[in-house]
């Protein structure tokens, strides 16, 4: 969860050259109705990654208005068979109301104990903060989400790609080591993801 406001708002001067927790503010004098409105769900997915889902994210970056709020939002859509791979939310809880579809919703705690269920329409589900979790669509047609967080900035963290696709790489003997395999399938699975960005 993000530190609470000091005043009714903070538009976000994502321009300023400061940098600071979160943003500066815009002039309040320059503020106006516009900054607290966002159309980014309007628009249809755009490209879909290669597990076969799109989020499209209103944070602080995309939504100014957010700014100083601990607030968020995403939207995520997912083609049949589409995974949300297990990713992590550094700073936030995440409460998500399924619209669409059908999904296989999980995720594991620090003790390792998985927790998972089928969610379809109308169902919401949280993830608490921090833990490692997924979504994969188990039915026929697209579904979709919409998941808000306590934060502005709620950060996104894939475990596969932060493991497999970092820049520079992590040396693969700690990888083979991590996973207890040798070194020619961690160069493997390096390969499936060169092509992601
Ligand atoms: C879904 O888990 C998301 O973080 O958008
Ligand atoms: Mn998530």
Redo the contacts with the bound molecule.
């Keep these: 969860a993000d530190p609470s406001p000091l005043q009714d708002f903070c538009v976000a001067d994502l321009d300023s050259s400061l940098y600071i927790n979160g943003f500066p503010c815009k002039n309040p004098d320059n503020v106006s109705s516009q900054d607290f409105f966002a159309n980014g769900f309007q628009q249809s997915p755009g490209e879909f990654n290669i597990f076969d889902v799109n ?1 499209t994210r209103q944070d602080v970056q995309r939504f100014p208005g957010l700014n100083t709020l601990g607030l968020s939002m ?1 939207r ?1 859509v997912l083609k049949p068979g589409g995974l ?1 791979e297990p ?1 992590v ?1 550094p700073r936030a809880s ?1 409460l ?1 109301l399924v619209m669409d579809g059908n999904l296989f919703v999980a995720f594991v705690t620090t003790g390792n104990v998985f927790y998972w269920k089928i969610v379809t329409s109308g169902e919401l589900f949280v ?1 608490p903060p921090g833990l490692v ?1 997924f ?1 994969l669509n188990i039915g026929h047609e697209n579904a979709r989400f919409f ?1 808000s967080f306590n934060s502005q900035n709620p950060g ?1 963290q894939f475990a596969p790609l932060a493991l497999f696709n970092s820049t520079p790489s992590i040396p693969d003997l700690v990888l083979s080591k991590a996973f207890q395999v040798n070194q020619s399938i961690i160069e493997l699975i390096k390969s499936r993801f060169a092509t992601v960005s």
């Design positions: 989020v995403n995520v949300n990713h939310h995440e998500a993830i979790h979504q998941a996104i």
